[in-house]
Protein backbone atom coordinates (compact mmCIF):
# COMPACT_ATOMS: atom_id res chain seq x y z
CA UNK A 1 0.00 0.00 0.00
CA UNK A 2 1.34 3.96 -0.97
CA UNK A 3 2.02 5.55 1.45
CA UNK A 4 -0.12 9.11 1.52
CA UNK A 5 -0.91 12.01 3.54
CA UNK A 6 -3.64 13.65 4.35
CA UNK A 7 -2.76 16.48 1.37
CA UNK A 8 -2.34 13.70 -1.01
CA UNK A 9 -5.86 11.99 -0.43
CA UNK A 10 -7.56 15.76 -1.14
CA UNK A 11 -5.18 16.07 -3.99
CA UNK A 12 -7.00 12.89 -5.19
CA UNK A 13 -10.48 13.74 -4.22
CA UNK A 14 -10.01 17.37 -5.74
CA UNK A 15 -8.87 15.40 -9.35
CA UNK A 16 -12.15 12.83 -8.78
CA UNK A 17 -9.07 9.84 -8.52
CA UNK A 18 -9.40 7.14 -5.90
CA UNK A 19 -6.70 5.37 -4.10
CA UNK A 20 -7.66 2.10 -5.53
CA UNK A 21 -7.28 3.76 -8.76
CA UNK A 22 -3.95 4.65 -7.83
CA UNK A 23 -3.04 2.02 -6.72
CA UNK A 24 -3.43 -0.01 -9.70
CA UNK A 25 -1.64 2.20 -11.60
CA UNK A 26 1.36 1.57 -9.26
CA UNK A 27 1.04 -1.56 -9.78
CA UNK A 28 1.04 -1.52 -13.63
CA UNK A 29 4.49 0.51 -12.92
CA UNK A 30 5.50 -2.44 -11.31
CA UNK A 31 4.64 -5.38 -12.82
CA UNK A 32 5.19 -3.73 -16.24
CA UNK A 33 2.96 -3.74 -19.38
CA UNK A 34 4.21 -6.80 -21.61
CA UNK A 35 4.58 -6.60 -25.04
CA UNK A 36 1.17 -7.31 -27.32
CA UNK A 37 1.54 -10.84 -28.54
CA UNK A 38 1.19 -10.61 -32.69
CA UNK A 39 -0.51 -14.01 -34.06
CA UNK A 40 -0.75 -12.94 -38.04
CA UNK A 41 -1.23 -9.74 -39.74
CA UNK A 42 -4.83 -8.77 -40.65
CA UNK A 43 -5.08 -8.89 -44.61
CA UNK A 44 -7.90 -8.76 -47.22
CA UNK A 45 -10.00 -11.81 -47.19
CA UNK A 46 -8.63 -12.59 -43.18
CA UNK A 47 -9.51 -9.82 -40.80
CA UNK A 48 -9.82 -6.99 -43.31
CA UNK A 49 -12.83 -7.00 -46.21
CA UNK A 50 -12.62 -5.57 -49.31
CA UNK A 51 -16.16 -4.38 -50.52
CA UNK A 52 -16.92 -4.86 -54.09
CA UNK A 53 -18.79 -2.18 -55.99
CA UNK A 54 -22.06 -4.38 -55.55
CA UNK A 55 -21.93 -4.55 -51.77
CA UNK A 56 -20.41 -0.74 -51.59
CA UNK A 57 -23.72 0.19 -53.61
CA UNK A 58 -25.87 -2.08 -50.92
CA UNK A 59 -23.86 -0.24 -48.27
CA UNK A 60 -24.30 3.44 -49.52
CA UNK A 61 -28.08 2.67 -49.94
CA UNK A 62 -28.73 0.92 -46.44
CA UNK A 63 -27.46 4.04 -44.66
CA UNK A 64 -28.99 6.77 -47.02
CA UNK A 65 -32.13 4.73 -46.33
CA UNK A 66 -31.83 4.70 -43.15
CA UNK A 67 -29.83 8.08 -41.44
CA UNK A 68 -32.89 10.00 -41.55
CA UNK A 69 -34.50 7.93 -38.76
CA UNK A 70 -31.03 8.10 -36.55
CA UNK A 71 -28.96 10.07 -34.99
CA UNK A 72 -25.51 10.18 -36.44
CA UNK A 73 -22.61 12.22 -34.56
CA UNK A 74 -18.92 13.36 -35.59
CA UNK A 75 -16.81 12.84 -32.59
CA UNK A 76 -13.52 15.21 -33.50
CA UNK A 77 -10.46 14.49 -31.19
CA UNK A 78 -8.98 17.92 -31.48
CA UNK A 79 -6.96 18.92 -28.36
CA UNK A 80 -3.51 18.67 -30.51
CA UNK A 81 -1.43 21.70 -30.91
CA UNK A 82 0.06 22.95 -33.56
CA UNK A 83 3.69 22.81 -32.50
CA UNK A 84 4.82 19.43 -34.04
CA UNK A 85 3.45 20.52 -37.12
CA UNK A 86 5.77 23.21 -37.41
CA UNK A 87 9.12 21.81 -35.71
CA UNK A 88 11.39 21.79 -38.75
CA UNK A 89 10.19 25.68 -38.87
CA UNK A 90 11.49 25.94 -35.33
CA UNK A 91 14.36 24.12 -35.99
CA UNK A 92 15.18 26.66 -38.83
CA UNK A 93 14.80 29.73 -36.88
CA UNK A 94 17.29 28.67 -33.87
CA UNK A 95 19.45 27.49 -36.72
CA UNK A 96 19.72 30.35 -39.35
CA UNK A 97 21.34 33.61 -39.23
CA UNK A 98 20.48 35.26 -42.29
CA UNK A 99 23.28 38.02 -41.55
CA UNK A 100 25.83 35.49 -41.46
CA UNK A 101 25.27 33.35 -44.81
CA UNK A 102 23.03 32.97 -47.82
CA UNK A 103 19.72 30.52 -47.85
CA UNK A 104 21.32 28.54 -50.54
CA UNK A 105 24.44 27.79 -48.64
CA UNK A 106 22.56 26.88 -45.50
CA UNK A 107 20.65 24.63 -47.56
CA UNK A 108 23.95 22.85 -49.04
CA UNK A 109 25.36 23.08 -46.04
CA UNK A 110 22.49 21.07 -43.38
CA UNK A 111 20.58 19.04 -46.24
CA UNK A 112 17.18 20.65 -44.87
CA UNK A 113 14.79 19.72 -47.07
CA UNK A 114 11.72 20.86 -45.15
CA UNK A 115 13.07 24.09 -45.75
CA UNK A 116 13.55 23.87 -49.38
CA UNK A 117 10.40 22.43 -49.75
CA UNK A 118 8.56 25.04 -47.16
CA UNK A 119 10.82 27.78 -49.91
CA UNK A 120 9.63 26.55 -52.62
CA UNK A 121 5.83 25.96 -52.04
CA UNK A 122 6.15 29.55 -49.95
CA UNK A 123 2.85 31.22 -52.16
CA UNK A 124 1.07 27.93 -51.93
CA UNK A 125 0.17 27.89 -48.56
CA UNK A 126 -3.16 28.82 -46.75
CA UNK A 127 -1.54 31.54 -45.06
CA UNK A 128 1.11 33.31 -47.14
CA UNK A 129 -1.44 36.47 -47.86
CA UNK A 130 -1.82 36.42 -44.01
CA UNK A 131 1.81 36.65 -43.13
CA UNK A 132 2.91 38.88 -46.16
CA UNK A 133 -0.13 41.67 -44.79
CA UNK A 134 1.71 41.76 -41.58
CA UNK A 135 5.68 41.81 -42.60
CA UNK A 136 4.85 43.97 -45.24
CA UNK A 137 6.84 42.25 -48.00
CA UNK A 138 10.47 43.68 -46.20
CA UNK A 139 12.83 43.49 -48.69
CA UNK A 140 16.06 41.61 -48.32
CA UNK A 141 17.71 38.43 -48.96
CA UNK A 142 15.74 35.13 -50.11
CA UNK A 143 17.34 34.33 -46.60
CA UNK A 144 16.16 37.18 -44.60
CA UNK A 145 12.54 37.19 -46.41
CA UNK A 146 12.05 33.48 -45.33
CA UNK A 147 13.61 33.80 -41.89
CA UNK A 148 11.37 37.22 -41.54
CA UNK A 149 8.14 35.10 -42.76
CA UNK A 150 8.73 32.27 -40.51
CA UNK A 151 9.32 34.49 -37.34
CA UNK A 152 6.47 36.05 -38.06
CA UNK A 153 4.04 32.92 -38.00
CA UNK A 154 5.69 31.24 -34.98
CA UNK A 155 6.99 33.80 -32.13
CA UNK A 156 4.71 34.16 -28.97
CA UNK A 157 4.36 38.08 -30.01
CA UNK A 158 3.27 37.89 -33.35
CA UNK A 159 0.69 34.78 -35.45
CA UNK A 160 2.48 32.23 -33.03
CA UNK A 161 1.02 29.77 -35.24
CA UNK A 162 2.41 26.97 -32.61
CA UNK A 163 0.35 27.86 -29.60
CA UNK A 164 -2.55 27.22 -31.70
CA UNK A 165 -4.63 23.74 -31.78
CA UNK A 166 -4.01 22.28 -34.98
CA UNK A 167 -7.79 22.41 -35.96
CA UNK A 168 -7.82 26.56 -35.82
CA UNK A 169 -4.82 27.05 -38.35
CA UNK A 170 -5.87 27.85 -41.81
CA UNK A 171 -5.59 24.87 -43.61
CA UNK A 172 -7.42 25.45 -46.83
CA UNK A 173 -6.89 29.08 -49.15
CA UNK A 174 -10.04 29.97 -51.00
CA UNK A 175 -11.04 32.54 -53.22
CA UNK A 176 -11.25 35.37 -50.52
CA UNK A 177 -10.83 33.22 -46.98
CA UNK A 178 -8.96 30.60 -45.84
CA UNK A 179 -10.54 27.53 -43.74
CA UNK A 180 -9.26 25.74 -40.58
CA UNK A 181 -9.72 21.84 -40.19
CA UNK A 182 -12.59 22.98 -37.77
CA UNK A 183 -14.46 24.54 -40.69
CA UNK A 184 -13.56 22.04 -43.29
CA UNK A 185 -15.38 19.12 -40.75
CA UNK A 186 -18.43 20.95 -40.43
CA UNK A 187 -18.46 20.96 -43.92
CA UNK A 188 -17.74 17.25 -44.09
CA UNK A 189 -20.35 16.49 -41.45
CA UNK A 190 -22.96 18.05 -43.74
CA UNK A 191 -22.29 15.61 -46.34
CA UNK A 192 -22.64 12.43 -44.64
CA UNK A 193 -23.87 13.09 -41.11
CA UNK A 194 -26.57 15.67 -41.55
CA UNK A 195 -30.27 14.79 -40.79
CA UNK A 196 -32.94 16.97 -41.37
CA UNK A 197 -30.51 19.94 -42.43
CA UNK A 198 -29.28 19.62 -39.35
CA UNK A 199 -25.60 17.82 -38.41
CA UNK A 200 -24.08 17.73 -35.20
CA UNK A 201 -20.42 17.70 -34.19
CA UNK A 202 -18.50 17.07 -30.57
CA UNK A 203 -14.84 18.30 -30.61
CA UNK A 204 -12.70 17.51 -27.41
CA UNK A 205 -10.06 20.47 -27.12
CA UNK A 206 -7.83 21.39 -24.89
CA UNK A 207 -9.84 24.15 -22.10
CA UNK A 208 -7.65 27.07 -22.61
CA UNK A 209 -8.55 26.99 -26.29
CA UNK A 210 -12.41 27.21 -25.76
CA UNK A 211 -12.68 30.69 -26.40
CA UNK A 212 -10.79 30.13 -29.39
CA UNK A 213 -12.88 27.61 -30.68
CA UNK A 214 -16.36 29.58 -29.96
CA UNK A 215 -14.82 32.55 -31.95
CA UNK A 216 -14.32 30.51 -34.55
CA UNK A 217 -17.66 28.57 -34.57
CA UNK A 218 -19.36 32.03 -34.80
CA UNK A 219 -17.19 33.47 -36.91
CA UNK A 220 -17.81 30.92 -39.82
CA UNK A 221 -21.67 29.68 -38.93
CA UNK A 222 -23.72 31.64 -41.22
CA UNK A 223 -21.07 30.93 -44.01
CA UNK A 224 -20.89 27.17 -44.22
CA UNK A 225 -24.68 27.16 -43.09
CA UNK A 226 -25.30 29.14 -45.95
CA UNK A 227 -22.79 26.67 -48.39
CA UNK A 228 -23.75 23.93 -47.24
CA UNK A 229 -27.65 24.21 -46.16
CA UNK A 230 -26.94 22.90 -43.30
CA UNK A 231 -27.41 24.48 -39.19
CA UNK A 232 -24.77 22.79 -36.99
CA UNK A 233 -25.10 21.69 -33.57
CA UNK A 234 -21.21 21.73 -32.29
CA UNK A 235 -20.59 20.17 -28.37
CA UNK A 236 -17.03 20.85 -27.11
CA UNK A 237 -15.33 18.23 -23.97
CA UNK A 238 -12.34 18.42 -21.90
CA UNK A 239 -9.96 15.91 -20.79
CA UNK A 240 -10.95 14.97 -17.33
CA UNK A 241 -8.73 15.55 -14.31
CA UNK A 242 -9.91 11.91 -12.99
CA UNK A 243 -7.95 10.22 -15.95
CA UNK A 244 -4.70 11.65 -15.38
CA UNK A 245 -2.20 8.94 -14.16
CA UNK A 246 0.29 9.13 -11.32
CA UNK A 247 4.05 9.47 -12.59
CA UNK A 248 6.51 7.47 -10.48
CA UNK A 249 10.02 7.40 -9.49
CA UNK A 250 12.65 5.02 -11.30
CA UNK A 251 11.91 3.01 -7.76
CA UNK A 252 7.64 3.15 -8.32
CA UNK A 253 6.87 5.06 -5.70
CA UNK A 254 5.04 8.19 -6.38
CA UNK A 255 7.14 11.14 -8.04
CA UNK A 256 6.41 14.40 -6.29
CA UNK A 257 6.76 17.68 -7.12
CA UNK A 258 8.94 20.39 -5.48
CA UNK A 259 6.35 21.50 -3.09
CA UNK A 260 5.53 17.51 -2.23
CA UNK A 261 2.49 17.18 -4.10
CA UNK A 262 1.85 14.02 -6.19
CA UNK A 263 2.63 14.66 -9.96
CA UNK A 264 0.07 13.51 -12.51
CA UNK A 265 0.31 13.41 -16.22
CA UNK A 266 -2.84 13.64 -19.03
CA UNK A 267 -3.26 10.33 -19.72
CA UNK A 268 -3.04 10.59 -23.45
CA UNK A 269 -5.84 10.28 -26.01
CA UNK A 270 -7.39 6.75 -24.49
CA UNK A 271 -8.82 8.98 -22.30
CA UNK A 272 -10.95 9.93 -24.32
CA UNK A 273 -13.06 6.84 -23.83
CA UNK A 274 -14.61 8.89 -21.26
CA UNK A 275 -15.76 11.79 -23.41
CA UNK A 276 -16.63 9.29 -26.23
CA UNK A 277 -18.90 7.34 -23.50
CA UNK A 278 -20.94 10.37 -22.85
CA UNK A 279 -21.97 11.04 -26.14
CA UNK A 280 -26.02 10.29 -27.25
CA UNK A 281 -25.86 9.21 -30.62
CA UNK A 282 -27.26 6.00 -32.88
CA UNK A 283 -23.95 5.83 -34.48
CA UNK A 284 -20.77 7.77 -34.31
CA UNK A 285 -18.22 8.62 -36.76
CA UNK A 286 -14.47 9.35 -35.73
CA UNK A 287 -11.39 10.85 -37.17
CA UNK A 288 -8.43 13.23 -36.19
CA UNK A 289 -9.03 16.96 -36.90
CA UNK A 290 -6.07 17.11 -39.25
CA UNK A 291 -7.73 14.86 -41.48
CA UNK A 292 -9.88 16.96 -43.87
CA UNK A 293 -9.99 17.63 -48.12
CA UNK A 294 -10.52 20.27 -50.22
CA UNK A 295 -13.45 20.23 -52.00
CA UNK A 296 -12.47 17.95 -55.06
CA UNK A 297 -11.53 15.23 -52.88
CA UNK A 298 -14.76 15.77 -50.53
CA UNK A 299 -17.36 13.37 -52.95
CA UNK A 300 -15.11 10.21 -52.58
CA UNK A 301 -14.64 10.86 -49.02
CA UNK A 302 -18.65 11.09 -48.33
CA UNK A 303 -19.06 8.02 -49.93
CA UNK A 304 -16.80 6.09 -48.31
CA UNK A 305 -18.06 7.36 -45.20
CA UNK A 306 -21.67 6.24 -46.26
CA UNK A 307 -20.55 2.85 -47.24
CA UNK A 308 -19.19 2.29 -43.59
CA UNK A 309 -21.95 3.47 -42.06
CA UNK A 310 -24.42 1.08 -43.68
CA UNK A 311 -21.69 -1.72 -43.59
CA UNK A 312 -21.77 -0.91 -39.46
CA UNK A 313 -26.01 -0.25 -39.35
CA UNK A 314 -26.16 -3.77 -41.64
CA UNK A 315 -24.31 -5.64 -39.48
CA UNK A 316 -25.54 -4.55 -36.84
CA UNK A 317 -29.32 -5.36 -37.58
CA UNK A 318 -28.22 -8.85 -37.59
CA UNK A 319 -26.17 -8.61 -34.42
CA UNK A 320 -29.25 -7.42 -32.33
CA UNK A 321 -31.41 -9.78 -34.40
CA UNK A 322 -29.58 -12.58 -32.86
CA UNK A 323 -29.16 -10.48 -29.41
CA UNK A 324 -33.00 -11.14 -29.12
CA UNK A 325 -33.22 -14.73 -30.59
CA UNK A 326 -30.79 -15.61 -27.76
CA UNK A 327 -32.97 -13.79 -25.08
CA UNK A 328 -36.18 -16.16 -26.16
CA UNK A 329 -36.44 -19.84 -24.54
CA UNK A 330 -36.25 -23.50 -26.52
CA UNK A 331 -33.05 -22.21 -28.54
CA UNK A 332 -32.09 -25.15 -30.79
CA UNK A 333 -28.73 -26.47 -31.32
CA UNK A 334 -28.81 -25.04 -35.12
CA UNK A 335 -29.43 -21.57 -33.89
CA UNK A 336 -26.79 -21.42 -31.45
CA UNK A 337 -24.66 -22.95 -34.63
CA UNK A 338 -26.20 -20.14 -36.66
CA UNK A 339 -25.75 -17.12 -34.41
CA UNK A 340 -21.66 -18.81 -33.63
CA UNK A 341 -21.24 -18.82 -37.72
CA UNK A 342 -22.43 -14.95 -37.87
CA UNK A 343 -19.88 -13.92 -35.16
CA UNK A 344 -16.90 -15.65 -36.68
CA UNK A 345 -17.60 -14.81 -40.32
CA UNK A 346 -19.15 -11.21 -40.10
CA UNK A 347 -17.97 -10.14 -36.61
CA UNK A 348 -14.33 -11.66 -36.27
CA UNK A 349 -15.31 -13.22 -33.15
CA UNK A 350 -12.84 -15.87 -32.19
CA UNK A 351 -13.84 -19.21 -30.05
CA UNK A 352 -11.78 -21.46 -28.01
CA UNK A 353 -11.59 -25.07 -28.91
CA UNK A 354 -13.59 -25.81 -25.75
CA UNK A 355 -16.82 -24.02 -26.87
CA UNK A 356 -18.30 -27.54 -28.03
CA UNK A 357 -17.88 -29.20 -24.90
CA UNK A 358 -20.15 -26.25 -22.60
CA UNK A 359 -23.44 -27.22 -21.92
CA UNK A 360 -26.02 -25.48 -24.50
CA UNK A 361 -26.92 -22.93 -21.53
CA UNK A 362 -22.68 -22.29 -21.03
CA UNK A 363 -22.58 -21.69 -24.89
CA UNK A 364 -25.74 -19.40 -24.58
CA UNK A 365 -24.27 -17.35 -22.16
CA UNK A 366 -21.03 -17.41 -23.89
CA UNK A 367 -22.73 -16.47 -27.36
CA UNK A 368 -24.36 -13.33 -25.02
CA UNK A 369 -21.18 -12.46 -24.11
CA UNK A 370 -19.76 -12.15 -27.70
CA UNK A 371 -22.45 -10.23 -29.36
CA UNK A 372 -23.04 -7.83 -26.79
CA UNK A 373 -20.86 -5.01 -27.55
CA UNK A 374 -20.40 -2.16 -29.09
CA UNK A 375 -19.22 -2.58 -32.86
CA UNK A 376 -16.79 -0.37 -34.64
CA UNK A 377 -16.26 -0.86 -38.35
CA UNK A 378 -12.91 0.48 -39.22
CA UNK A 379 -11.77 2.22 -42.52
CA UNK A 380 -7.78 0.43 -43.30
CA UNK A 381 -5.66 1.90 -45.85
CA UNK A 382 -3.24 0.45 -47.82
CA UNK A 383 0.29 0.72 -45.87
CA UNK A 384 2.58 3.26 -48.00
CA UNK A 385 4.91 4.14 -45.38
CA UNK A 386 2.74 6.23 -43.61
CA UNK A 387 3.33 5.94 -39.74
CA UNK A 388 0.62 4.65 -37.48
CA UNK A 389 -0.69 1.46 -35.79
CA UNK A 390 -2.16 -0.82 -38.01
CA UNK A 391 -4.27 -4.18 -37.88
CA UNK A 392 -3.31 -7.89 -36.34
CA UNK A 393 -5.00 -10.79 -35.10
CA UNK A 394 -3.36 -10.71 -31.86
CA UNK A 395 -3.37 -13.70 -28.90
CA UNK A 396 -3.87 -12.57 -25.18
CA UNK A 397 -2.71 -13.87 -22.31
CA UNK A 398 -5.83 -16.23 -21.86
CA UNK A 399 -4.99 -17.76 -25.06
CA UNK A 400 -7.99 -15.89 -26.56
CA UNK A 401 -7.44 -14.18 -30.37
CA UNK A 402 -8.93 -11.19 -31.46
CA UNK A 403 -8.66 -8.25 -34.17
CA UNK A 404 -6.87 -5.07 -33.15
CA UNK A 405 -5.19 -1.78 -34.15
CA UNK A 406 -1.65 -2.40 -33.27
CA UNK A 407 1.04 -0.13 -32.52
CA UNK A 408 5.02 -0.68 -33.15
CA UNK A 409 5.47 0.72 -29.24
CA UNK A 410 3.47 -2.52 -28.09
CA UNK A 411 5.27 -5.41 -30.24
CA UNK A 412 8.80 -6.54 -29.06
CA UNK A 413 10.98 -5.91 -32.27
CA UNK A 414 13.75 -7.99 -30.27
CA UNK A 415 11.53 -10.69 -31.60
CA UNK A 416 12.47 -11.62 -34.70
CA UNK A 417 9.01 -13.56 -35.06
CA UNK A 418 7.04 -10.78 -33.44
CA UNK A 419 9.10 -8.16 -35.87
CA UNK A 420 8.28 -10.81 -39.10
CA UNK A 421 4.35 -10.25 -38.21
CA UNK A 422 4.61 -6.51 -38.17
CA UNK A 423 6.39 -6.51 -41.53
CA UNK A 424 3.91 -8.23 -42.64
CA UNK A 425 1.29 -6.01 -42.33
CA UNK A 426 -0.15 -4.23 -45.72
CA UNK A 427 -2.41 -1.82 -44.19
CA UNK A 428 -2.40 0.90 -41.30
CA UNK A 429 -4.77 2.74 -39.37
CA UNK A 430 -5.89 6.17 -40.62
CA UNK A 431 -8.45 7.11 -37.39
CA UNK A 432 -11.53 6.29 -39.65
CA UNK A 433 -14.22 4.81 -37.72
CA UNK A 434 -18.14 4.49 -37.63
CA UNK A 435 -19.24 3.12 -34.02
CA UNK A 436 -22.58 1.74 -32.96
CA UNK A 437 -22.82 2.01 -29.38
CA UNK A 438 -26.25 0.84 -28.86
CA UNK A 439 -27.53 -2.69 -27.58
CA UNK A 440 -30.73 -4.63 -29.36
CA UNK A 441 -33.21 -2.29 -26.57
CA UNK A 442 -31.76 1.10 -27.70
CA UNK A 443 -29.81 1.28 -24.34
CA UNK A 444 -25.92 2.65 -24.26
CA UNK A 445 -23.26 0.27 -23.63
CA UNK A 446 -20.92 1.42 -20.67
CA UNK A 447 -18.09 1.98 -23.25
CA UNK A 448 -15.65 2.00 -19.69
CA UNK A 449 -16.63 -1.60 -19.10
CA UNK A 450 -15.04 -2.51 -23.02
CA UNK A 451 -11.09 -1.05 -22.59
CA UNK A 452 -8.46 -3.36 -21.74
CA UNK A 453 -6.38 -1.37 -19.09
CA UNK A 454 -3.36 -3.69 -19.81
CA UNK A 455 -2.49 -2.29 -23.12
CA UNK A 456 -1.40 1.49 -22.36
CA UNK A 457 1.99 3.03 -22.27
CA UNK A 458 5.05 3.28 -19.68
CA UNK A 459 7.58 5.74 -20.91
CA UNK A 460 10.58 7.95 -19.54
CA UNK A 461 10.64 10.95 -19.13
CA UNK A 462 12.17 13.86 -16.66
CA UNK A 463 10.79 16.53 -14.33
CA UNK A 464 13.18 19.41 -12.98
CA UNK A 465 16.00 17.00 -13.86
CA UNK A 466 14.79 14.48 -11.84
CA UNK A 467 14.13 10.94 -13.77
CA UNK A 468 10.37 9.61 -13.85
CA UNK A 469 8.05 6.79 -15.11
CA UNK A 470 4.74 8.28 -17.01
CA UNK A 471 1.58 6.37 -17.73
CA UNK A 472 -0.17 6.59 -20.76
CA UNK A 473 -3.88 5.18 -20.78
CA UNK A 474 -4.63 2.55 -23.94
CA UNK A 475 -5.69 4.34 -27.06
CA UNK A 476 -8.99 5.43 -27.58
CA UNK A 477 -9.17 2.71 -30.83
CA UNK A 478 -6.37 0.49 -29.20
CA UNK A 479 -6.84 -0.95 -25.73
CA UNK A 480 -10.18 1.94 -25.11
CA UNK A 481 -12.03 -0.32 -28.02
CA UNK A 482 -10.01 -3.72 -27.50
CA UNK A 483 -13.28 -5.66 -26.41
CA UNK A 484 -15.78 -4.26 -28.88
CA UNK A 485 -16.82 -6.40 -32.09
CA UNK A 486 -14.45 -5.37 -34.78
CA UNK A 487 -14.88 -4.82 -38.80
CA UNK A 488 -11.68 -3.61 -40.50
CA UNK A 489 -12.86 -2.49 -44.00
CA UNK A 490 -10.19 -1.40 -47.16
CA UNK A 491 -10.98 2.69 -47.92
CA UNK A 492 -9.37 4.45 -50.36
CA UNK A 493 -6.11 6.08 -49.73
CA UNK A 494 -7.44 9.51 -50.98
CA UNK A 495 -9.83 9.63 -48.39
CA UNK A 496 -6.79 9.87 -45.92
CA UNK A 497 -4.90 13.27 -46.30
CA UNK A 498 -3.28 14.14 -42.35
CA UNK A 499 -1.14 17.03 -41.92
CA UNK A 500 1.78 15.88 -39.64
CA UNK A 501 3.84 18.70 -40.50
CA UNK A 502 3.46 21.95 -42.40
CA UNK A 503 4.51 20.59 -45.81
CA UNK A 504 1.76 18.29 -46.13
CA UNK A 505 -0.78 21.26 -46.66
CA UNK A 506 1.39 21.18 -50.53
CA UNK A 507 -0.60 18.62 -51.35
CA UNK A 508 -3.40 18.35 -53.67
CA UNK A 509 -5.91 17.29 -51.14
CA UNK A 510 -5.03 20.80 -49.30
CA UNK A 511 -4.97 22.65 -52.57
CA UNK A 512 -7.99 24.34 -53.41
CA UNK A 513 -7.51 24.70 -56.99
CA UNK A 514 -6.50 20.39 -57.17
CA UNK A 515 -8.30 18.39 -59.26
CA UNK A 516 -5.86 14.94 -59.12
Given at each position: MTELTGKD??????????R???????????????????????????????????????????YERSVSKLEPLKFVPASGAASRMFKALFNFLERYHPEKEPLDAYLDRTGDNAIKTFAWGLKKFPFYEIVQKRIKAKAGSPGEEIYHFIAE????????????????????????????????HLKEAADYAAVSGQARLHFTISEQHGALF???????RQRVSKATGTSFEVGYSYQKPSTDTI???????????????????PGGHGALIENLDEQEADLIFIKNIDNVVVPSFAGELAHSKKVLGGLLLHIQGKAHDYARILEGEHLRGEQLQEIKAFLEKELNVRFNDTFSGFSVGQQIEILKDKINRPIRV????????????????????KGHVSLQIIES?????????????????????????????????????????????RQGFITSKTKEGKPLKALELPGLWNGGM???????????????????????????AHQAGSTS
Open positions: LQQLSEKGISEQLEKQVEIFREGIPFIRLEKAAVVSDGITKCSKAQEKEYLEKMLREDRLNYGFFPKGLLPFHKYDTYAATPFEENQEFEAIAVTPGHEPFRNADGTLLFRCGMVKNEGEPGGGPFWIRDSAQVDMSNENQLAIFRDSTHFNPVDLVCGVRNHKGEKYPLRNFVDSAFWNTLFVEVPLRTFNPVKTVNDLLKP
